[in-house]
Protein backbone atom coordinates (compact mmCIF):
# COMPACT_ATOMS: atom_id res chain seq x y z
CA UNK A 1 0.00 0.00 0.00
CA UNK A 2 2.92 2.32 0.52
CA UNK A 3 4.10 2.12 -2.39
CA UNK A 4 0.95 3.52 -4.49
CA UNK A 5 1.37 7.09 -5.98
CA UNK A 6 -0.58 9.86 -4.14
CA UNK A 7 -1.27 12.66 -6.43
CA UNK A 8 -2.65 16.67 -5.54
CA UNK A 9 -1.57 16.92 -2.08
CA UNK A 10 -2.00 19.79 0.01
CA UNK A 11 -0.74 23.11 -2.48
CA UNK A 12 -1.77 21.53 -5.96
CA UNK A 13 -4.73 23.14 -7.85
CA UNK A 14 -6.25 23.90 -4.61
CA UNK A 15 -7.96 27.71 -4.92
CA UNK A 16 -9.57 30.12 -2.55
CA UNK A 17 -12.70 30.27 -3.93
CA UNK A 18 -15.14 27.31 -4.64
CA UNK A 19 -16.07 25.87 -7.62
CA UNK A 20 -12.91 27.61 -9.61
CA UNK A 21 -11.55 24.06 -10.06
CA UNK A 22 -12.59 21.61 -12.57
CA UNK A 23 -10.33 19.58 -15.04
CA UNK A 24 -11.70 17.14 -17.63
CA UNK A 25 -10.39 15.71 -20.68
CA UNK A 26 -11.01 12.44 -22.87
CA UNK A 27 -10.26 9.05 -21.42
CA UNK A 28 -8.53 8.71 -25.01
CA UNK A 29 -6.35 11.19 -24.25
CA UNK A 30 -4.67 10.72 -21.57
CA UNK A 31 -4.89 6.72 -21.32
CA UNK A 32 -3.08 6.77 -24.88
CA UNK A 33 -0.04 8.29 -23.40
CA UNK A 34 0.73 5.09 -21.33
CA UNK A 35 -0.28 2.22 -23.69
CA UNK A 36 -3.64 2.32 -21.96
CA UNK A 37 -3.06 1.05 -18.68
CA UNK A 38 -3.39 3.04 -15.55
CA UNK A 39 -1.47 1.82 -13.01
CA UNK A 40 -2.85 1.92 -9.41
CA UNK A 41 -2.80 5.65 -7.87
CA UNK A 42 -4.89 7.79 -5.46
CA UNK A 43 -5.92 11.42 -5.19
CA UNK A 44 -5.71 13.06 -1.74
CA UNK A 45 -8.89 15.43 -2.09
CA UNK A 46 -10.12 14.60 -5.72
CA UNK A 47 -13.03 13.21 -7.11
CA UNK A 48 -13.46 11.56 -10.14
CA UNK A 49 -15.50 10.39 -12.45
CA UNK A 50 -15.12 8.69 -15.72
CA UNK A 51 -17.54 7.95 -18.34
CA UNK A 52 -17.13 5.42 -20.76
CA UNK A 53 -19.18 5.89 -23.84
CA UNK A 54 -17.16 3.65 -26.51
CA UNK A 55 -15.02 0.57 -26.44
CA UNK A 56 -14.00 -1.32 -23.11
CA UNK A 57 -12.12 -1.23 -19.90
CA UNK A 58 -11.14 -2.50 -16.47
CA UNK A 59 -11.82 -0.67 -13.77
CA UNK A 60 -9.86 -1.71 -10.11
CA UNK A 61 -11.24 0.22 -7.11
CA UNK A 62 -10.09 -0.46 -3.62
CA UNK A 63 -8.99 -4.16 -4.80
CA UNK A 64 -12.44 -4.75 -6.42
CA UNK A 65 -12.17 -5.37 -10.22
CA UNK A 66 -14.65 -4.24 -12.37
CA UNK A 67 -15.83 -4.70 -16.57
CA UNK A 68 -16.47 -2.11 -18.27
CA UNK A 69 -18.70 -1.72 -21.07
CA UNK A 70 -20.47 1.11 -22.34
CA UNK A 71 -22.63 2.95 -21.06
CA UNK A 72 -20.67 3.01 -17.86
CA UNK A 73 -19.66 5.32 -15.11
CA UNK A 74 -17.04 4.47 -13.08
CA UNK A 75 -17.35 6.91 -9.43
CA UNK A 76 -13.48 7.56 -7.71
CA UNK A 77 -13.54 9.45 -4.38
CA UNK A 78 -10.63 11.29 -2.66
CA UNK A 79 -8.43 8.04 -1.73
CA UNK A 80 -9.65 5.61 -3.66
CA UNK A 81 -6.46 3.72 -4.87
CA UNK A 82 -7.96 2.95 -8.74
CA UNK A 83 -6.00 1.72 -11.79
CA UNK A 84 -7.15 1.02 -15.00
CA UNK A 85 -6.81 -0.77 -18.42
CA UNK A 86 -8.95 0.19 -22.14
CA UNK A 87 -9.24 -0.68 -25.42
CA UNK A 88 -7.31 1.22 -27.78
CA UNK A 89 -10.05 2.39 -29.11
CA UNK A 90 -12.05 3.57 -25.88
CA UNK A 91 -14.39 6.81 -25.61
CA UNK A 92 -14.97 8.52 -22.82
CA UNK A 93 -14.77 11.55 -20.74
CA UNK A 94 -12.82 12.03 -17.49
CA UNK A 95 -13.92 14.65 -15.02
CA UNK A 96 -12.27 15.73 -12.01
CA UNK A 97 -13.26 18.48 -8.99
CA UNK A 98 -12.25 19.04 -5.65
CA UNK A 99 -14.09 16.82 -3.11
CA UNK A 100 -15.04 20.30 -1.29
CA UNK A 101 -17.00 21.40 -3.96
CA UNK A 102 -19.48 18.96 -3.69
CA UNK A 103 -20.82 20.41 -0.68
CA UNK A 104 -22.75 19.05 2.25
CA UNK A 105 -26.23 18.63 1.09
CA UNK A 106 -25.95 15.09 -0.57
CA UNK A 107 -23.49 12.42 0.99
CA UNK A 108 -21.09 11.77 -1.73
CA UNK A 109 -21.66 8.26 -3.75
CA UNK A 110 -19.30 5.65 -3.28
CA UNK A 111 -16.96 4.22 -5.04
CA UNK A 112 -17.97 1.57 -7.42
CA UNK A 113 -19.41 1.50 -11.26
CA UNK A 114 -23.21 3.04 -12.00
CA UNK A 115 -24.40 0.53 -14.83
CA UNK A 116 -27.74 2.41 -14.89
CA UNK A 117 -28.98 5.83 -14.93
CA UNK A 118 -25.86 6.92 -16.91
CA UNK A 119 -28.05 9.08 -19.55
CA UNK A 120 -28.75 11.33 -16.91
CA UNK A 121 -25.20 11.58 -14.89
CA UNK A 122 -23.86 12.23 -19.01
CA UNK A 123 -26.70 15.10 -18.89
CA UNK A 124 -25.49 16.86 -15.67
CA UNK A 125 -21.62 16.33 -16.62
CA UNK A 126 -22.28 18.10 -20.30
CA UNK A 127 -24.30 21.15 -18.28
CA UNK A 128 -21.78 20.94 -15.44
CA UNK A 129 -18.78 21.48 -17.90
CA UNK A 130 -20.60 23.82 -20.43
CA UNK A 131 -21.15 26.58 -17.49
CA UNK A 132 -17.43 26.23 -16.32
CA UNK A 133 -15.84 26.10 -20.22
CA UNK A 134 -18.50 29.54 -20.83
CA UNK A 135 -19.39 31.18 -17.75
CA UNK A 136 -22.58 33.12 -17.68
CA UNK A 137 -23.79 35.17 -14.90
CA UNK A 138 -24.20 33.96 -11.89
CA UNK A 139 -21.82 31.36 -12.39
CA UNK A 140 -20.81 30.50 -9.01
CA UNK A 141 -24.62 29.33 -7.92
CA UNK A 142 -25.03 28.05 -11.81
CA UNK A 143 -21.67 25.95 -10.43
CA UNK A 144 -23.40 25.19 -7.09
CA UNK A 145 -26.81 24.03 -9.28
CA UNK A 146 -25.14 22.01 -11.75
CA UNK A 147 -22.81 20.14 -9.25
CA UNK A 148 -26.20 19.07 -6.69
CA UNK A 149 -28.31 18.09 -10.16
CA UNK A 150 -24.97 15.52 -11.02
CA UNK A 151 -24.67 14.32 -6.96
CA UNK A 152 -28.36 13.14 -7.22
CA UNK A 153 -28.17 11.92 -10.64
CA UNK A 154 -25.49 9.83 -9.34
CA UNK A 155 -27.14 8.52 -6.47
CA UNK A 156 -30.22 7.93 -8.60
CA UNK A 157 -28.02 5.68 -10.85
CA UNK A 158 -27.72 1.85 -9.94
CA UNK A 159 -24.45 1.20 -8.24
CA UNK A 160 -21.94 -1.98 -8.42
CA UNK A 161 -19.96 -0.92 -5.04
CA UNK A 162 -15.89 -1.04 -4.02
CA UNK A 163 -15.87 -3.11 -1.19
CA UNK A 164 -12.70 -2.19 0.64
CA UNK A 165 -10.92 -4.49 3.82
CA UNK A 166 -12.77 -2.82 7.11
CA UNK A 167 -9.06 -1.59 8.18
CA UNK A 168 -8.80 0.15 4.94
CA UNK A 169 -12.09 1.91 5.34
CA UNK A 170 -11.77 2.94 9.05
CA UNK A 171 -7.75 4.04 7.80
CA UNK A 172 -9.42 6.28 5.22
CA UNK A 173 -12.07 7.74 8.04
CA UNK A 174 -9.46 8.66 10.48
CA UNK A 175 -7.10 10.19 7.96
CA UNK A 176 -10.33 12.34 6.60
CA UNK A 177 -10.68 13.82 10.17
CA UNK A 178 -7.34 14.46 10.63
CA UNK A 179 -7.46 16.51 7.54
CA UNK A 180 -10.14 18.27 8.42
CA UNK A 181 -8.58 19.16 11.90
CA UNK A 182 -5.24 20.32 10.65
CA UNK A 183 -7.38 22.25 8.51
CA UNK A 184 -8.89 24.09 11.73
CA UNK A 185 -5.96 24.03 14.01
CA UNK A 186 -2.65 24.00 11.72
CA UNK A 187 -2.26 27.90 13.23
CA UNK A 188 -2.47 26.85 16.67
CA UNK A 189 -0.33 23.54 16.85
CA UNK A 190 1.59 21.37 14.57
CA UNK A 191 2.16 18.43 17.72
CA UNK A 192 0.82 14.99 16.27
CA UNK A 193 0.35 14.41 20.11
CA UNK A 194 -2.32 17.26 20.05
CA UNK A 195 -4.40 15.84 17.15
CA UNK A 196 -4.12 12.18 17.62
CA UNK A 197 -5.83 13.30 21.70
CA UNK A 198 -8.25 14.91 19.65
CA UNK A 199 -9.27 11.90 17.73
CA UNK A 200 -9.12 9.42 20.31
CA UNK A 201 -5.66 7.68 18.66
CA UNK A 202 -1.85 7.30 19.45
CA UNK A 203 -0.05 9.65 17.55
CA UNK A 204 1.94 6.26 16.11
CA UNK A 205 -1.43 4.90 14.99
CA UNK A 206 -1.58 8.48 13.22
CA UNK A 207 1.36 7.99 11.68
CA UNK A 208 0.26 4.83 10.80
CA UNK A 209 -2.52 5.52 9.00
CA UNK A 210 -1.13 8.60 7.21
CA UNK A 211 1.41 6.72 5.74
CA UNK A 212 -1.07 3.84 4.63
CA UNK A 213 -3.63 6.07 2.59
CA UNK A 214 -1.48 9.08 1.94
CA UNK A 215 1.97 7.56 1.80
CA UNK A 216 3.21 10.55 4.01
CA UNK A 217 3.74 11.13 7.66
CA UNK A 218 1.14 12.90 9.44
CA UNK A 219 3.72 15.60 10.36
CA UNK A 220 3.85 15.90 6.39
CA UNK A 221 0.17 16.28 6.64
CA UNK A 222 0.27 19.41 8.37
CA UNK A 223 3.63 20.92 6.85
CA UNK A 224 2.00 20.87 3.22
CA UNK A 225 -1.01 22.54 4.89
CA UNK A 226 1.34 25.09 6.47
CA UNK A 227 3.12 25.99 3.42
CA UNK A 228 -0.03 26.41 1.55
CA UNK A 229 -1.13 29.40 3.98
CA UNK A 230 2.68 30.70 4.12
CA UNK A 231 2.57 30.95 0.16
CA UNK A 232 -0.65 32.73 -0.37
CA UNK A 233 0.17 35.43 3.09
CA UNK A 234 3.54 35.90 1.38
CA UNK A 235 2.10 36.76 -2.19
CA UNK A 236 -1.74 37.91 -1.53
CA UNK A 237 -1.57 39.39 1.48
CA UNK A 238 -0.70 42.78 2.36
CA UNK A 239 0.61 42.61 6.27
CA UNK A 240 3.97 42.52 6.92
CA UNK A 241 6.25 39.41 6.72
CA UNK A 242 6.81 39.31 10.62
CA UNK A 243 2.88 39.81 11.07
CA UNK A 244 2.44 36.88 8.84
CA UNK A 245 4.88 34.80 11.34
CA UNK A 246 3.96 36.21 14.35
CA UNK A 247 -0.32 35.05 13.56
CA UNK A 248 1.05 31.62 12.50
CA UNK A 249 2.97 31.10 15.80
CA UNK A 250 6.39 31.97 14.91
CA UNK A 251 7.34 35.29 17.20
CA UNK A 252 11.00 35.39 16.40
CA UNK A 253 11.54 36.38 12.80
CA UNK A 254 14.46 34.75 12.18
CA UNK A 255 12.83 31.15 12.84
CA UNK A 256 10.08 31.88 10.89
CA UNK A 257 12.55 33.01 7.82
CA UNK A 258 14.07 29.48 8.45
CA UNK A 259 10.66 27.44 8.00
CA UNK A 260 9.62 29.18 5.49
CA UNK A 261 13.13 28.24 3.59
CA UNK A 262 12.88 24.93 4.62
CA UNK A 263 9.29 24.20 3.39
CA UNK A 264 8.95 26.52 0.61
CA UNK A 265 12.97 26.83 -0.84
CA UNK A 266 12.92 30.87 -0.63
CA UNK A 267 13.05 33.18 2.13
CA UNK A 268 9.96 34.85 2.94
CA UNK A 269 11.55 37.98 1.35
CA UNK A 270 12.37 36.47 -1.99
CA UNK A 271 9.22 34.87 -2.37
CA UNK A 272 7.24 38.19 -1.89
CA UNK A 273 9.64 39.45 -4.50
CA UNK A 274 8.66 36.93 -7.02
CA UNK A 275 5.12 37.63 -6.85
CA UNK A 276 5.45 41.45 -7.16
CA UNK A 277 7.43 40.89 -10.43
Same mark, same amino acid.
Given at each position: ??????????????????????H???I??????????????????????????????????????????????????????????????????????????????????????????????????? /? #?????D? +???F? $?? @??? =?? &?? *???? /? #??????? +????? $?? @??? =?? &?? *?????????????D???????? =???????????????????????A?????????????????T?S??????????D????????????????P?????????
Amino acid at each position: MDRIPTYALYGEADADARQDWLHWETIQSRSALHDYRIAPHRHERFFQILSLTHGWGHATLDGTGFELRPPAIVVVPALTVHAYVFSHNVEGLVVTLLERDLGEAIDSPPAGVIVSGTTAIDTALD /A #LLTEADR +PGLFH $EL @AMR =AH &LT *VLQV /A #LQRGRSL +PAAPS $EG @AAK =AR &LH *VAAFRSLVDIRFRDTRRIADYA =ASMGITPTHLNRVCRQVLGISALAVIERRLALELRRQLLFSTLSIQQIGAGLGYDDPGYFTRVVKRLLGVTPAALRRSGQS
